[in-house]
């Protein structure tokens, strides 16, 4: 028990710093050989044997079982990063473990935490500020051919960088194809209208897009039509069985006879619901739960296509996107079962597809939102699940680029260029906050330098020369349509040398960038304030019935 009186263990100052820093550069050193074009996957298995194997920075730190309370501030970085931007996940945990870790050293040589954190905030608002004025590309009208680059840059660090070509059209149709004004007039393009759909076997080069929203489903009968052109659509959270009553109310017979007659009304109520729906219109009929096969039956006579065990989630988008609305009773306010056709979604065109064994129901041109489908093949489950993370990541990048119309230049052009602007901004301060932004600058240099060290490359001889020409660029001297040439440099990982990444094509969202340097600063912040750490022990069952376990607080002194 400690002086405090609560029984647990306590560390203060420089012990708790070192630790919490420690923590957090064991998490980094996991993630950091993952970055970048060259970079190497990592495999995860958990507790019951399940394997994961990924590049994502999200992903892997998601997956670990992670004790020490400093790391998991970096794992919920991580996850804010993949929330608000979608990529740029491995970067920030970098970032982040390599500002505390210079942060702390400043600390050490008795700066004192105030001065360094409040010099970071300094240095991140110069950054953010030299980013917009300076680095950001905007354009208006993005053109096809720009969004490619860009999904193919996200794409090149991953398994799947190899194939980017093939499904960097993919990502960036699927985008545009979800595009959708919202009521305030502002334009989205909503991710999760893109589904993704994992099929085992062929290439994965035999993926393919589909316009439109799909479903893992079946026809509830075969003899009902594979399409159906102008689609409305039923979407019911209910049963279509044989009608039965409440549990605990029974019904008394008398007569034998009267037995038949009542089976009879039970299935008779399904029957007229099922006319019904069929009078209001109703040519798809999706249900949660199940359908009978005498009510089946109905809806093969008027040719409509039942579709039995739709999952929630799903029938919530397809109702969403087709603006029908969820039905779970036919009663209405009085009683009475009646179906409106208002209550009906509409698409162009349902049909049934055959995809390798599996059978696909596609929702075409829905009236409300469009969604998208990307039909993913491929070799095995891993590898499935992993291109499916790098199309996700992929999808956002595009879509972050595209609400915002601003990019910038990649291959550690950004970080570069911000370190020398900020190099020059520390001299501008007269006070000791100067080493901070010195340190800040230094810090953002290790994104290109692991980008190196990852591609097998001379990181150190790289380093000086990218930032030899973004000193050049920055100089007073140099002329604005020369700085303009140079400003853009930054690594080629493949032949190891530096080379404009403009002409490369090597595109990033800004947003991605600016956010993930604002995070980072936030979470070394975070870390950066804490000198003390008390950790309490779990409390002692104690055998004795009745007091409740854990031992009487004392106080001290007492
Ligand atoms: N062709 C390229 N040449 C040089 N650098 C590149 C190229 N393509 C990507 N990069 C750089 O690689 C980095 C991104 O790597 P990566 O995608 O592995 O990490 P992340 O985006 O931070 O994290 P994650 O994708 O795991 O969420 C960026 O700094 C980007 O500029
Ligand atoms: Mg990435």
């Known amino acids: 028990m400690s002086l405090l009186g609560i029984q647990g263990e306590r560390e203060t100052g420089m012990d708790v710093r070192q630790g919490n820093v420690m923590a957090v550069q064991a998490i980094s050193n996991i993630v950091k050989t993952s970055l970048g074009p060259q970079g190497l996957d990592k495999m995860l298995v958990d507790d019951i044997g399940d394997v994961t194997i990924t590049n994502d920075g999200a992903t892997i730190l998601k997956l670990l079982q992670v004790d020490h309370p400093a790391s998991k501030v970096l794992v919920e970085l991580a996850q804010i990063q993949d929330r608000e931007v979608g990529d740029g996940t491995t970067t920030v945990v970098i970032l982040a473990s390599e500002l505390l870790k210079r942060g702390n050293q400043l600390i050490q040589n008795k700066i004192h935490p105030t001065t360094v954190i409040s010099g970071y905030r300094y240095a991140l608002k110069k950054a953010v500020q030299h980013i917009k004025e300076h680095l950001i590309i905007k354009k208006d009208n993005l053109d096809k051919e720009l969004l490619k680059k860009v999904a193919t840059t996200s794409l090149s660090s991953k398994l799947i960088g190899p194939e980017s070509e093939f499904f960097s059209d993919i990502i960036v149709n699927a985008m545009l194809g979800v595009k959708t004004t919202s009521v305030d007039g502002s334009i989205k393009y909503p991710v999760k209208n893109v589904n993704i759909e994992k099929i085992h076997g062929k290439s994965i080069t035999e993926s393919r897009l589909v316009d439109g929203y799909s479903i893992r489903a079946m026809r509830g009968a075969q003899g009902m039509p594979l399409t159906v052109k102008n689609a409305k659509i039923a979407c019911l959270d209910m049963t279509l069985g044989k009608f039965r009553l409440q549990p605990g109310v029974s019904v008394l017979i008398n007569n034998p006879e009267n037995l038949e007659k ?12 099922c006319e ?272 409740g376990g854990g031992q009487p607080m004392m106080m001290p002194g007492m």
Do not use: W
Not at 299 to 328: T, W
Not at 438 to 461: C, G, H, R, Y
Not at 480 to 489: G, Q, R
């Open 262 to 273: 009542v089976r009879q009304r039970e299935m008779d109520i399904t029957k007229e619901r």
């Open 276 to 547: 019904k729906l069929i009078k209001a219109g109703a040519n798809v009929i999706l249900c949660t739960k199940g359908i009978d096969e005498f009510a089946i039956k109905y809806f093969v006579e008027a040719n409509c296509i039942a579709v039995r065990r739709v999952e929630k989630s799903d029938l919530k988008r397809i109702a969403n996107a087709s603006g029908a609305k969820i039905i779970i009773s036919f009663a209405d306010e009085d009683g009475e079962e009646k179906i409106d056709s208002s209550l009906l979604g509409e698409c162009e065109e349902v049909s049934e597809e055959a995809v390798s064994d599996y059978e696909f129901i596609f929702f075409k041109k829905c009236k409300k939102t469009t969604a998208q489908t990307i039909l993913l093949r491929g070799a095995n489950e891993f590898m499935l699940d992993e291109v499916e993370r790098s199309i996700h990541d992929a999808l956002c990048a595009v879509k972050r680029v595209l609400e915002s119309n601003s990019l910038v230049v990649g291959g550690g052009c950004v970080e570069v260029s911000t370190s020398i602007f900020l190099e020059y901004a520390a001299r501008t301060l007269g006070s000791r906050e100067q080493l901070a932004v010195s340190e800040f600058a230094e810090a953002l240099n290790v994104i290109p330098k692991q980008l190196a060290i990852n591609a097998a490359k001379d990181a150190t001889d790289l380093l000086t020369k990218l930032r030899y020409v973004h000193d050049k660029a920055q100089s007073p001297q140099t002329t604005p349509e020369e700085a303009e040439k140079l400003k853009n440099t930054g690594l080629d990982l493949l032949n190891g040398k530096i080379k404009n990444n403009f002409n490369a094509g090597v595109f990033e969202p800004a947003m991605s960038k600016i956010k993930s340097l604002k995070f980072a600063t936030e979470a070394a912040i975070t870390i950066l304030r804490i000198d003390d750490l008390i950790r309490i022990e779990p409390e002692k069952q104690q055998n004795q019935p009745g007091r």
